[in-house]
Every structure is written in structure tokens, then in C-alpha cells.
């Protein structure tokens, strides 16, 4: 008679430890299952021992014990499983305006996505089917879905569809595509009218801790999406020692690079952060974003001009900043055609303001922010970035030969997704207003990344250019030049393209692209490395070093003054004489150039 008031006793035991009674079986996992086996087990265990010790009752096989468990398992599973089916056939039933979506993508985000909407009461959509990213996985299901092709069928897949009437009304990316798997995804999208757009990211698709995930919400393909740059490891410890408990400033932290460099240093403890821009508005918006995300920071903002020597020399004096970022520049070809005089002041004479004021205090590195059109210059503003480039190089030879101290780390690239004043944001505001979209020449092509991309490279280039020499690229001993590896240049024309199919419209017929004309200073290439500096690889990813072409510091700095003065004076002719001068390479193209060397 006492038999099964101590199997119930045996299994509370069992289940207690496991806390089998607290489990939230709605995601129950491998774990969860292999833990009420486990219970079961022993269970059956102290039963077994129990019936042995009161001689209550006699097992009639000695293998009870397993069957038992075994028994007592399958029960307790069932149970639970039976519950979650009830679950899912509430929870997974769509609303009845849900729309039909193909999900295309790889095995584990096309999981999470299922999940996420299996738990979503209101779920606003119906999935018809999967593509998968692997051949293997073609023909099987997947939640009971079926897995309809590779992203390679699509356009087949789509055929299919609209010949059972059931052409999804939109196509949903999963994790793991991007590039041409996603160009291809597009373009048949583009074939079928069907829209695109991504599923949202799997930290928000799965739940944490027993808590509900939030409502399933799309979000649309971005043209970062399209780079398909694969994500480059860094060296996040040795960028947490460069700038932990160390002053930082940071020059032209308003605009998208400065900014960006802002946030990520903030972001690694600095005992403080100095946040410097002539722009007050954009000055402002950064040093709210910092307060808000990194109270415990001490910031400080400070409207100076780079330009103003006597005000740049009396802030470090005062700051005695130890790392400084220098991104401040007038960085938009046509406009410094226009002014060139002012270019050359602010590219050309801030940075020697500024890399001279930080050597003064005993800065321990000035990262200076250089751009792909510093190389074979046909713009003022290109040449007077290279002006820069040779002054901040002959600065960091000097360190290195044990004539100074402060290490002056050059990094170039080109340019980046959504800056203010390039080609994306243009673009987005030209498409808001049913276009035209206004490109150039069919051939501009330049090279892309994302800004995040860029900063974080820049903060490697900061960690390798500062370690000590043995463990240096020999190139930067004599001023060589960090240069990111930005991929393939991209066509100016497919941009354009990818960015109207990406707002759902068709080029050449919903929106027009119209070709405009090469403006003042442009070039239809750029390049990365001048002629006589042969690329080098460095051990770390993304990071190429430039073989140095230097000159001396006193000499450029000399040429700068003079420059300065003719600058200031309103004498275009003898200031830009002299940066050809300087910087021979140059060969100034006011109505733009389509050749390259």
C-alpha cells in the first residue's frame, strides 16, 4: 500500500535538486529533457533502495529499476511535450491579414526565426517555405516547414510559387547573407515584385531567462548589408590598454569619423575624453550622445579651430592630452575647389598646429586621419592631406630614430557608408524626392566600408603603431603608412542601383539615374598606394602598412608656414605653386579627370 506514496516522495526527491517544478517548459531544451531523465533515474534509484529497506514490496524482474525509469522518463517528457504542442498550435496560428513570407537564410537564424514566431500570439506572418544556404539541407523541414531550395533556386522557387498562386508578399533574410548571395536574392525579388526585407537580429529573437522575446518586427535591407565585408577580428585587450586611464582628445569629434572615434573610445574607459570641433551644433549632438551612454566619462566639449594656433597650444598646455585623434579636415573635394586656400589652412597647417601643440605636452601618439585622395592628388584637398601625411611621417621618423618621443600614426582609407556629405546620404535624400539619383560618370568607382569598420581599424593601427619596435612592422621605423584594406572598389552607377531596388523601386523606370559630369578635383578612380609605396600585409587583418616616402620635418613644416602666408594673404597662385612643389605627384585637375596613374 505504501509503494506509490514513495515513488511520488522518490520523485519529488529526485526533481527538487534539478528544479524540475520551476522549469519554464515552454523553452525547454536538450538540457532540460536530459535533466527529467536524470531525475528519473533517481527516482527509480530511491525507490528501488526504499522497497529494499522496508521490505514493503518485491519487484517481480531485476531489471525494474530501468523499466522503472525508463517508464517514469517517457511519462514525465510526454506530459511536457503534449503541453507545448498545445502551445504551439495556439501560439503558432497566424492572424488572419498575415502575409506570406519565404525565409531565406542559414540553418540557425532561420531556427531562431521560427521560434520567435511560433511565441508571437498576433504572428504577422505565414511562412510558405525556407531556402537554405546549403545544398544538404534541400528537401527536408525544418518546424515543420519545408525547405524549398538554396538561395541559388530562387528564382525558380519564385516561379513555382506564382504558379500555385502563393507568391510570398515578402522575402525575409535570416542571419548569413550578404554579398552576392544577397544580390542574387535581390535581383529576383526585383524580377518578381516582391519586397525584402531583414529579419531582426538573433539577440532579439531569442529569449533570455524564462522572459518572453518582443514582437517579431522586420526591418528594411540596408546598403551595408550589400558590402559583404567579412567581419575582421581585432585586438579589443590591446585597445582597452591604449586607452585606459589615459587623457584622449579627439579633433573634429562632431563629424561622422571624429564622432565615431568618440564613441568607441569612450566606450574603453579613458580617464578622460575631449571632444574638439568648430562646428558648435554637431559639437553639441556628440557630447549629449556621450553624457547619455557614458556618464561615468569625463568629458569635455570645446569649440576651438584647429587653425588658431596660439588657442590650440594654450588647450594642451592645459589638457595635456596623452592620445590624440586627429579627424578634423574639410574633407569635400568641390567645396575646397572652391576655396582652396581655406583647405590648405585647415588640412595642412591644423595638423601641424595640432601634432606640434601634442609633441610640445608630451603626447604619447597623435593619430592622424588620412584619405585615399591623398594618393596621386588631382584635388587641392586631396595634395594638402598628403602635405599632412609627409609632415605627420617625418614627425613619427624622428620618434623612432630617438629624436622626439611622440609617435605620429598615420592611417588612410577611403570612403565611408552614410558620412556627411558623401554619396549615400545623397542618395537617400534624392530618392525621398522620386529622384532623379545624380551620378558623375558611369565609371566613378570608389572604395567603401562602414564607419564602425574604419574606426575600429584605425584604433588597431593606433595599438600597432604605439607597441614597442621589435614587435613592429619594420616599414613604420622610417614613417610608413597604415592603410586599411577596403576590398574591391565599388561602381558609383551599381550604388545607385542597389540603393533604388533596396527602397522597393526599379531603376530606369520608377527612378531615373542621371549622369551629371566629373566635378572639380574628382577622379573616376582613387587609389590606395602611390606608385613608389609597395603595399605590405601585417599580421593583423584589415591593416596594410605603406612603404614611407619621407622628407624632413623641419623642411615641411617650413613649407607650410610659407604656404600659410600666401594663404592668408589671398594669393592662390603662389600657395598652390608651392604644394606642387611639395607634394609633385600633384597635378591639379580643376574640371575633373578620368585618367589615373
Known sequence: ???????????????????????????????????????????AALFTVGLHLFGAWRPPNPAFPVIHAAALAALLIAGRVAGLLQAARHSGESSPDAQNVLLVGAAEGTDLFLRALSRDRQAPYRVIGILSLRARQAGRRMQGHAILGTVEDIEAVLDGLRGEGRLPSVIVLASGL????????????????????????????????????????LRPVSIEDLLDRPQVPLDR?????????RRVLVTGAGGTIG?????????????SLTLLDHGEYVLYEIDLELREKHPEVVRRAVLADVRDEARIRRLFEEIKPELVFHAAALKHVPMVENDPLEGLLTNA??????????????????????????????????ASKRLAEMYCQAFDREARHGQGTMRCITVRFGNVLGSTGSVVPLFRRQLE??????????????????????????LQASVVGTTDPENMPPELADGGIFVLDMGAPVKIVDLARRMIRLAGLRPDEDVEIRFTGLRPGEKLFEELFHGKEAPRPTEYPGLLVATPRTADAALVGRAIDEIAGAARSGNPRVALQQL???????EHAPEGTVATR
Open 1 to 43: 500500500g505504501g509503494a506509490l506514496p514513495g515513488a511520488v516522495l522518490a520523485l519529488g526527491a529526485a526533481g527538487a535538486p534539478l528544479r524540475l517544478p520551476r522549469q519554464y517548459w515552454r523553452f525547454v531544451g536538450l538540457g532540460d529533457l536530459l535533466a527529467v531523465a536524470g531525475a528519473a533515474a533517481i527516482a
Open 349 to 382: 597647417l591644423g595638423t601641424r598646429i595640432v601634432a606640434d601643440a601634442a609633441r610640445a605636452v608630451g603626447t604619447t601618439a597623435m593619430v592622424f586621419i588620412s584619405t585615399d585622395k591623398a594618393v596621386n592628388p588631382t584635388s587641392v584637398m586631396g
Open 237 to 245: 585587450e590591446g585597445m582597452a590598454r591604449l586607452v585606459q586611464a
Open 178 to 217: 550578404s554579398g552576392p548571395a544577397l544580390e542574387a536574392v535581390l535581383d529576383a525579388a526585383d524580377h518578381h515584385g516582391v519586397p525584402v526585407r531583414r529579419a531582426p537580429a538573433p539577440t532579439t529573437l531569442a529569449p533570455a531567462g524564462g522572459q518572453e522575446a518582443r514582437r517579431v518586427e
Open 433 to 458: 524626392r522620386g529622384g532623379p539619383l545624380t551620378v558623375t560618370h558611369p565609371d566613378m568607382r570608389r572604395y567603401f566600408m562602414t564607419v564602425r569598420e574604419a574606426v575600429g581599424l584605425v
Open 259 to 271: 564622432g565615431e572615434l568618440a564613441r568607441q573610445v569612450a566606450a574603453l574607459g579613458p580617464a
Open 580 to 586: 606642387g612643389r611639395l607634394v609633385p605627384e600633384f
